[in-house]
């Protein structure tokens, strides 16, 4: 039974690395744009939220009317003033330019915030659990894996059913037609970066609610991003979630065999199906 | 002869520091087909690139309704009223049929032309809305990414290479629909590598080499002698 319950403990777990994941998934198949300051966004987004939740007294869910607007407005100026300049054919500028992000957000969070660890209150929620036969589920990670599900229902829906779904899918892929079809791909790319940064935001509050944070937590969390969505397979979100539940489910199961396993466990999953399969679970990208 | 609806005055233009493109003066009289032929390489789709901003180029270069629209992006081209039919017909792959079109309507200018009335000069097309692009046969894409343009209620069609990788007989399905465009009032450039078919369609022929124009004019001037000469640069 531990083994049951370390299964479905690990596939919420999972919920909340497609959350780290999907922001990461969306920028990458709209532009192949590998934004190494991924974990540090997330990592912002939880400061931002922790500013509000002192500023205002809201819960720390509540505080996402602020949080994810403001992120989505800081993603979209990245994108727009910086980011855009560094996208060509070659993948390595933005790589480079992203990579100095995170070293600056880094510094800057601590030069804000000193290296004290950090939490978000979520109040009752955090420990309240719903008995499920012999297992009981807590409320937190239940509601991030519906957070997760609902989130990626949403995007695919943008992406396959109105006109800046078109565009998104039509600027990835011909960019130059799209111009010529009337399509400010600038505008465009920016959008995509300030949807991925409104996910990073509901990602941020999520992780801070659920554990301590500090100015140097960005980077475990690109890594766990980056294997779910290695997993899953470019360019697919739903393939971005399986990702993250095996990353999850691996973890959990490593725990299982002693403490110390569980983040290799899900490193050595993650290799294993590199190996088997190098071009994840579900790819849709050539 | 009216005045032009487009015009291109002394343009130069290149990849980076590789210059393609030497001088090119060209006018295309509204509501007439321009023909433009030349040998690969000559620079007709640099030139087709460098009209839509595609390829940077100076300000007054490109006149389009008389104002110079040299400095304007890309993206602004097709609510001009300026629309491409590109080689290779680049349709986008993960849209349907229906959703390349959509697009190109959006980006472009309001009209009598429909997504509808495309499926009405191209019924193919109709039953095949929703399938992805690239399911279509060769001639199917072509009036795909023909229909693009015409949505878009352009002034200005550029076709580049309507017929390459078709077979003859498409070939002749494709340009049937050109009549049609043309008397709903669009003019065109058409490159095609066809020289008779070309002299037979088009009102004024320009034929470029090496990046020049070495003949232009209207087309019932020159024998398929001339053209040919001018063609191979002799």
């Not at chain 2, 590789?18 to 000559?42: C, K, P, T, Y």
Request: one cysteine or more; a neutral charge.
């Amino acid at each position: 039974m531990a083994y049951v319950d370390a299964v479905v403990q690990g596939i919420l777990l999972g919920g909340l690395y497609a959350l780290f994941a999907t922001g990461l998934s969306l920028i990458f198949g709209v532009m192949r744009l590998v934004n190494i300051a991924h974990g540090d966004f997330i990592v912002l987004g939880a400061y931002l939220a922790l500013v509000v939740v002192q500023a205002t007294g809201l819960h720390p869910f509540a505080s996402l009317i602020l949080v994810v607007p403001l992120m989505a407005g800081i993603g979209y100026a990245i994108q727009r003033g910086l980011l855009n300049r560094t996208l060509g054919p070659n993948l390595l500028p933005p790589i480079l330019v992203t990579f100095g992000l995170a070293v600056v957000i880094q510094n800057g969070l601590l030069t804000l915030f000193s290296t004290d660890t950090r939490r978000l209150a979520a109040g009752p929620i955090e420990t309240a659990s719903l008995s499920l036969g012999p297992i009981s589920v807590g409320w937190l990670p239940l509601a991030t894996f519906a957070v997760a599900v609902v989130l990626i229902l949403g995007l695919e829906l943008l992406f396959y059913r109105t006109a800046m779904g078109r565009a998104f899918r039509a600027t990835t892929d011909d960019a130059e037609m799209a111009r010529a079809m009337g399509v400010n791909t600038r505008h465009v790319h920016a959008l995509a970066m300030a949807l991925s940064f409104a996910v990073i935001a509901i990602a941020g509050v999520f992780l801070a609610a659920r554990s301590n944070f500090d100015p140097f937590s960005g980077p475990a969390r690109l890594i766990f991003g980056f294997e779910a969505v290695i997993i899953g397979g470019l360019g697919s979100l739903w393939g971005t979630l399986a990702g993250g539940v095996v990353l999850g489910v691996a973890q959990a199961l490593g725990a299982q065999i002693s403490p110390q396993f569980q983040i290799l466990a899900g490193h050595l999953v993650f290799f294993l199906i590199l190996a088997v399969r190098p071009r994840g679970l579900f790819p849709r990208m050539e | 002869m009216s005045d032009p609806i487009l015009s291109v005055h002394g343009l130069n233009a290149g990849y980076g520091d590789f210059q393609a493109l030497f001088g090119i003066d060209l006018a295309l009289a509204e509501g007439s087909l321009l023909g433009l032929v030349g040998a690969n390489g000559a620079g007709k789709s640099t030139l087709f690139k460098a009209i839509l901003g595609l390829l940077p180029r100076g300000r007054e270069a490109v006149t389009f309704a008389g104002q110079p629209i040299g400095h304007l992006r890309p993206e602004a081209m097709l609510r001009l009223g300026l629309a491409l039919v590109p080689e290779g017909r680049r349709l986008f792959r993960s849209l349907s049929v229906e959703e390349n079109l959509q697009l190109a309507a959006q980006g472009g200018r309001r009209g009598d032309w429909t997504v509808e009335r495309v499926f009405d000069l191209f019924p193919a097309l109709r039953e095949k809305r929703h399938s992805p692009s690239q399911s279509l046969s060769g001639g199917q894409q072509q009036m795909v990414s023909i229909g693009r343009a015409l949505v878009a209620n352009p002034r200005v069609i550029l076709f580049d290479e309507v017929s390459l990788g078709l077979a003859p007989i498409i070939v002749n399905d494709v340009y049937a629909a050109l009549p049609a465009i043309l008397q709903s009032g669009i003019s065109a450039i058409v490159v095609e590598q066809d020289i008779e078919r070309v002299r037979r369609m088009a009102d004024t022929l320009v034929c470029l080499n090496e990046g020049r124009v070495v003949l232009a004019g209207p087309s019932a001037d020159f024998t398929k002698a001339q053209i040919t000469h001018a063609y191979f640069g002799g």
